[in-house]
C-alpha cells in the first residue's frame, strides 16, 4: 500500500524560503512524477509543480520563480523549497503521486492516485 | 492557461438521490485526461475518476463521469450518506499542466 507523508516547520516567517519533505513508503520513487499541490484555508487546489525520479522538473508558472524541487531516491523522498514566501503562501500542503493511465482510445490520462494527509504551513512573523 | 468552472457551487440533495455535477473547460482538455477528486473535511483529496470516465481503484459504481473536449460530468446515481463533501475536477495538459476546478459541494438537503 503506497502511502507519502509530508514533513517540515509548520511556521515560516514572512521572506524566508519553506522547505517540505515528502516521504514515500510502500513503493519506489522510481519511475513516477511526484507532485506538490497546496491548498488555502476554505479554498480550492493549486498545483505547485512536479518532481521526476531523474530530477526533472515542471513548475507552475505562477510560483515558478520561487519554487524548487528535487528528489532523493536512496531515500525515497522529495522535496520542495518555495522562497520569499508571504501570508498568500499560507496553506495545506499536499505531496501526491502523479499517475499515468492508458485509455482505449490510445491516449493517456494524467491524475493523482496517492495523496499525503497534507501538512499546514503558516507563514507568519 | 486553461480554466476549469464548475457547476452548481453547491448541490443540495437528499441520500438516495441521483447528483449531477458539471465540469467545463475554457479550451478542449487534452486527450480527454479530465479527472474527478472526492474531498471531506480534514481529509487529502480521493481520485474517483480518471480519463473523464474510468473509475479509479475501489471507486464504487453509483460514481461514472463522462464528456469529451470542454464539457465533463460526474453522475453519483444515488447518494449515500457518506458521498456528502465536495468535489473537484482536474485537467492535464495545458499550461500549467495540471488545474483543478473550484469544486462543488454536494450537502444534505
Known amino acids: 500500500q503506497v502511502q507519502l507523508q509530508e514533513s517540515g516547520p509548520g511556521l515560516v516567517k514572512p521572506s524566508e524560503t519553506l522547505s517540505l519533505t515528502c516521504t514515500v513508503s510502500g513503493a519506489s520513487i522510481s519511475s513516477y512524477h511526484w507532485s506538490w499541490i497546496r491548498q488555502p484555508a476554505g479554498k480550492g487546489l493549486e498545483w505547485i509543480g512536479r518532481v521526476y525520479t531523474s530530477g526533472s522538473t515542471n513548475y507552475n508558472p505562477s510560483l515558478k520563480s520561487r519554487v524548487t524541487m528535487s528528489v532523493d531516491s536512496s531515500k525515497n523522498q522529495f522535496s520542495l523549497k518555495l522562497s520569499s514566501v508571504t501570508a498568500a503562501d499560507t496553506a495545506l500542503y499536499y505531496c501526491?503521486?502523479?499517475?499515468?493511465?492508458?485509455?482505449?482510445?490510445?491516449?493517456?490520462?494524467?491524475?493523482?492516485?496517492?495523496w499525503g494527509q497534507g501538512t499546514l504551513v503558516t507563514v507568519s512573523s | 492557461e486553461i480554466v476549469l468552472t464548475q457547476s452548481p457551487g453547491t448541490l443540495s440533495l437528499s441520500p438516495g438521490d441521483r447528483a449531477t455535477l458539471s465540469c467545463r473547460a475554457s479550451?478542449?482538455?487534452?486527450?480527454?485526461?479530465l479527472a474527478w477528486y472526492q474531498q471531506k473535511p480534514g481529509q487529502a483529496p480521493r481520485l474517483l475518476i480518471y480519463?473523464?470516465?474510468s473509475r479509479a481503484t475501489g471507486i464504487p459504481d453509483r460514481f461514472s463521469g463522462s464528456g469529451s473536449g470542454t464539457d465533463f460530468t460526474l453522475t453519483i446515481s444515488r447518494l449515500e450518506p457518506e458521498d456528502f463533501a465536495v468535489y473537484y475536477c482536474?485537467?492535464?495538459?495545458?499550461?500549467?499542466?495540471?488545474?483543478f476546478g473550484p469544486g462543488t459541494k454536494v450537502d444534505i438537503k
Open positions: 480519463g473523464a470516465s
Open positions: 501526491a503521486r502523479d499517475s499515468v493511465d492508458w485509455l482505449p482510445t490510445g491516449e493517456f490520462s494524467r491524475s493523482f492516485d496517492y
Open positions: 479550451q478542449s482538455v487534452s486527450g480527454n485526461s
Open positions: 482536474q485537467q492535464f495538459g495545458a499550461s500549467p499542466l495540471f488545474t
